[in-house]
């Protein structure tokens, strides 16, 4: 799908992720992606060139596994004259995190350029084998 490139563009592909994948993803699954959606296209909307028409491209694709479906996400722009990366953002900073989030939820993410522009783009494994589960925030290991 094409969105504006401004930031309604974020809203429009977050609402057409959650209407086409709500019955497909688990619902924390599905927040994860929303999240990711809205973090890569409100970058490319903040960082980067059009597309030609002043679009941003936004795309997904499941592929099915014996583990669930694995979904790949993808925001394509007209590029910028850097490529994105994770910043480190003082605790006052306004802005800064954003890829922080979208590698923290992710499997994995990366960026592709060609001579039209670039895709950012962010993998989802099947929650089984995606990312292992976080200790216990108290530090207490229960016996079960």
């Given amino acids: 799908m094409v969105v504006p490139h401004h930031p309604a563009g974020a809203r429009l592909a977050r609402h057409r992720l959650a209407d086409d994948l709500a019955d497909v993803v688990a619902p924390t699954l599905l927040a994860d992606l929303i999240a990711v959606l809205a973090e890569l296209v409100g970058n490319s909307v903040r960082h980067a060139r059009p597309l030609p028409g002043g679009v941003v491209r936004v795309a997904w694709r499941l592929r099915p596994s014996a583990e669930g479906p694995r979904i790949q996400l993808r925001v394509t722009d007209g590029g910028a004259n850097t490529s994105p990366r994770i910043r480190t953002a003082s605790p006052d900073a ?51």
């Fill in 94 to 144: 306004a802005d800064g995190r954003g890829l922080h989030i979208v590698a923290g939820l992710a499997t994995r993410w990366g960026v592709e350029r060609d001579g039209m522009g670039q895709r950012v783009w962010a993998e989802f494994d099947p929650p089984s084998t995606s990312r292992p589960t976080a200790p216990p925030r108290s530090g207490l290991v229960t016996a079960g």
